[in-house]
């Protein structure tokens, strides 16, 4: 399974950015998805993740009522759409594929290579 996120970019505090994160899999369906970030500086850390059918969703405290994910099993594709931005939420931000629904990365057994979100002004 490879998985590839776009959508990345420099925003201003209070802007939104809608990451995407395409996997080349026929069995996308079967797989919990999530998305972490690693800060700069600090260690990779969850932000949100969904379940296989898109039905049961999970956030972090600090991204919870402000980031909202989403899938679409039909394009093998999950989202990340981020709104009321802060520059705390700066970082790479990495999705994940993993068979059961998990906060710890340590489960996650497939992983993108990144895509930059800088929140500044």
């Known amino acids: 399974v490879q998985l590839v996120e776009s959508g990345g970019g420099l925003v201003q505090p209070g802007g939104s950015l809608r990451l995407s994160c395409f996997a080349s899999t026929q069995t996308f369906s079967s797989f919990d998805m999530a998305w972490f970030r690693q800060p700069p500086g600090k260690k990779r850390e969850f932000v949100a993740t969904i379940n296989w059918s898109g039905g049961r969703t999970y956030y972090s405290d600090s991204v919870n009522g402000r980031f909202t994910i989403s899938r679409d099993n039909r394009k093998d594709t999950v989202f990340l759409q981020m709104d009321s931005l802060k520059p705390e939420d700066t970082g790479v931000y990495f999705c994940?594929?993993?068979?059961?629904?998990?906060?710890?990365?340590?489960?996650?057994?497939?992983w993108g290579q990144g895509t930059q979100v800088t929140v500044s002004s």
């Open positions: 994940a594929a993993a068979t059961a629904t998990a906060t710890d990365e340590a489960a996650y057994d497939y």
